[in-house]
């Protein structure tokens, strides 16, 4: 069984480089991955591209 890793990722106001960043984690190949990110107050459009991007991948996740 794989160790859990855990990668957070701080996040303000970078909303031209959060997807890629994001991108990069998930494809690791890790099944026990836990992904937080913590957007400070953002003004720019990072927390949408953080919405989108997990739950994208919650959708994938859940298929069978």
């Known amino acids: 069984q794989e160790p859990m890793i855990s990668v957070i990722v701080p996040v303000y106001n970078m909303a031209g480089y959060v997807e890629k960043c994001l991108d990069s984690i998930l ?3 890790c099944k026990s991955l836990e992904l937080i990110v913590v957007d ?11 919405l989108m991007i997990t739950a994208m991948n919650l959708i ?3 298929s069978p």
């Open 27 to 29: 494809s690791a190949d």
């Open 40 to 50: 400070d107050g953002s003004t720019d459009e990072s927390l949408i591209t953080i």
């Open 60 to 62: 994938a996740d859940s």
